[in-house]
Nanobody, 121 residues
Framework: QVHLVESGGRLVQAGGSLRLSCAAS????????MGWFRQAPGKEREFVAA??????SYAESVKGRFTISRDSAKNTLYLQMLSLKPEDTAVYYC????????????????WGQGTQVTVSS
């Protein structure tokens, strides 16, 4: 099992940047495939980025602006977000699954509580 805690969300102006963190306890992040998802009010939870042992994947809407990474020594997953837009406003969640990249939230086994990112225009 793994317990996930996100942090780093806040209010930021459009064009700004943020780095979200997801601290894991239990098994190390390197043994899981990890992902970032987001959910805006009134919308379904959507895929943002994922990373596994053999690569990464990004949603088209964030490709070139967001970077997912992980630090095994700190047992932490990150999401570096650049050139933020108002449409990036959402609660951001990190998630873990046992094996393989996935863009589907229903294929992830463990979730954090989320961190709010608000981008003002």
């Amino acid at each position: 099992q793994v317990h996930l805690v996100e942090s780093g969300g806040r209010l930021v102006q459009a064009g700004g940047s943020l780095r979200l963190s997801c601290a894991a306890s239990g098994r190390t992040v390197s043994t899981y495939s990890m992902g970032w998802f987001r959910q805006a009010p009134g919308k379904e939870r959507e895929f943002v980025a994922a990373i596994s042992w053999n690569g990464g994947s990004y949603a088209e809407s964030v490709k070139g602006r967001f970077t997912i990474s992980r630090d095994s020594a700190k047992n932490t997953l990150y999401l570096q977000m650049l050139s933020l837009k108002p449409e990036d406003t959402a609660v951001y969640y990190c998630a873990a699954r046992g094996y393989g990249l996935s863009t589907r939230p229903d294929e992830y086994d463990y979730w954090g509580q989320g961190t709010q990112v608000t981008v003002s225009s």
